[in-house]
């Protein structure tokens, strides 16, 4: 027999209904219990009373004394009787020799509003009372009247009538009603429960029916928190897996997207750099003959001649600098890891950078009490990398600011953290600022943060970027221990999401 899951939607609604039919044999037993006692109860005391209302007519007949006064002995008066409403001893015409009320004697029986006298003596009239709420019971008992010595005596009859309550059927319709009202409570809890099952089953079908919708129209970051075990809940974790999978998918898409781009670009750039390296190598040296052969002899001139070939000499250099980023971009990228303390090679950086920093006044901080592992990198690729960073960071501060450099292990790696005080970065620049050839920056390539990337992407490692505009810049360097082959769609923070995101 296959094993039956009590999570199960299947397994709670018979569930509810094993119980409804249990909590209903249950409750109508009892009710039937309770019932019968009350009647077998109730028919003990009328027969009780029934027997005591006879002898107490019987022996009226006898003596002196009156019904009424008997029934007091026994205690059954009219005032206080369950069931007897009247004892009476009627004559053959059918007026009213005794009474347990004092005030029917020497009445007429038609006066007591019990019927009519020959209604009540008839024996077979009491099937005919069952829509009354009495019953009327009589019987008769034969007795001689006084006779003359020309006549023999003739038959008289004197008659016992109880008038009894008929509190039986009274009984029995709220007992039925008992029964039915408890059967109905069973049902309504039982209904109640289904709803209540029924309800909880719907409202998280009609949020996962929203979450199709949101994915049909693009969305593929939602997703549904499970808190079920039956079969609903395995199909939000279901569809939490197809919306994983079509994220993941998507972001491949765009990643392939990115890398064909950049590889079209990458070897259009590299062309037109490589065409352009050996023209600038021959305007330099053009520059340094003409400087050094047609200098004017005056100390003026001579000054500004030089001050004009330097500044293009600087421009040849700037042009340089941009033809090497592109052949650089454009190159497959090959790494020669050797053992590195990160703390040392940017220390080594930022002192390069000192002079820069106390021109725009900014101050600069570095992180010289974590430990931290040696790891393996290139090293002239990771100088390129926060060479890029804190040259980034310096030109977002030219009104001055602070600037630190903070380390954590983490992951089987180390994380670094960039921090300026700088402009910020615009929101809706966050998810551009990586790619190839895009800057804000009047002078810039659009290379330094992608080739930033390229290079920690290279080793294995994530990088991320939070930003507040008018507050600072934080990037997040995560590198491994040691270089590793780049997993597509995850990084060393546990996630999917892109590279950059905005700070909160």
Request: charged fraction near 25%; proline fraction near 4%; aromatic fraction near 8%.
């Amino acid at each position: 027999m296959a094993f039956i899951d009590l999570y199960s939607f299947r397994a709670r609604i018979a569930l509810v209904l094993i119980l409804t039919l249990v909590a209903a044999t249950g409750v109508l037993f009892l009710l039937n219990q309770w019932a019968e006692k009350t009647i077998v109860d109730k028919v003990e005391d009328q027969r009780a009373e029934f027997a005591k209302a006879i002898n107490v007519a019987q022996r009226s007949l006898t003596s002196k004394e009156y019904v009424r006064e008997f029934l007091k002995e026994e205690k059954i008066q009219d005032d206080n009787a369950s069931y007897i409403k009247r004892v009476l001893v009627a004559g053959d015409d059918g007026t009213i020799l005794d009474s347990s009320n004092q005030d029917d004697i020497d009445k007429p029986f038609n006066s007591l509003g019990f019927g009519s006298f020959e209604q009540a003596i008839d024996l077979l009239n009491v099937m005919s009372q069952k829509n009354l709420p009495y019953k009327v019971y009589t019987f008769p008992i034969e007795t001689q009247a006084r006779s003359n010595t020309t006549n023999p005596p003739a038959k008289q009859y004197t008659y016992i009538i109880i008038i009894f309550s008929d509190d039986l059927t009274e009984q029995l319709k709220h007992t039925s009603f008992g029964r039915l009202l408890g059967t109905g409570g069973v049902l309504v809890v039982s209904l109640i429960a289904s709803l209540f099952l029924i309800f909880g089953f719907i409202k998280p079908l009609a949020e996962l029916v929203k979450a199709a919708r949101r994915v049909a129209e693009g969305d593929f970051e939602i997703n549904l928190p499970v808190r079920r075990q039956d079969e609903l809940g395995q199909l939000i974790k279901v569809f939490n897996e197809m919306v994983k999978g079509l994220r993941e998918r998507r972001e491949l898409e765009l990643r392939l997207h990115r890398a064909e781009q950049s590889a079209i670009v990458g070897r259009l750039a590299s062309g037109i750099a490589h065409e352009i390296k050996n023209p600038l190598n021959y305007i330099s040296l053009t520059i340094d003959y003409l400087r050094s052969k047609f200098a004017p002899t005056e100390e003026s001139a001579r000054e500004k001649f030089v001050d004009k070939m330097d500044g293009i000499k600087d421009e040849i250099k700037r042009l340089d600098h941009l033809t090497r980023n592109f052949l650089s971009y454009g190159r497959p990228l090959h790494l020669n890891p050797k053992p590195i303390n990160l703390r040392e090679l940017i220390e080594g950086i930022l002192t390069l950078t000192t002079e820069q920093a106390e021109q725009q006044s900014i101050k600069m901080a570095l992180d010289k009490t974590t430990d931290l592992p040696v790891i393996e990198a290139d090293l002239e690729r990771l100088k390129s990398c926060f060479s890029n960073l804190i040259l980034n960071a310096q030109q977002a501060m030219p009104n001055g600011g602070e600037l630190s450099i903070n380390f954590q292990p983490y992951n089987k790696g180390v994380e670094v953290f960039v921090t300026d005080t700088g402009t910020g970065i615009e929101p809706e620049n966050l998810e551009k600022i990586f790619e190839p050839y895009f800057s804000t920056k009047e002078t810039g390539t659009g290379l330094g943060l992608a080739l930033v990337k390229r290079i920690v992407e290279g080793h294995g490692g994530r990088l991320q970027v939070e930003s507040v505009v008018n507050k600072g810049t934080t990037f997040r360097v995560w590198l491994p221990l040691q270089p590793t082959e780049v997993l597509e769609g995850a990084n060393a923070y546990g996630n999917d999401k892109l590279e950059s995101s905005p700070a909160i």
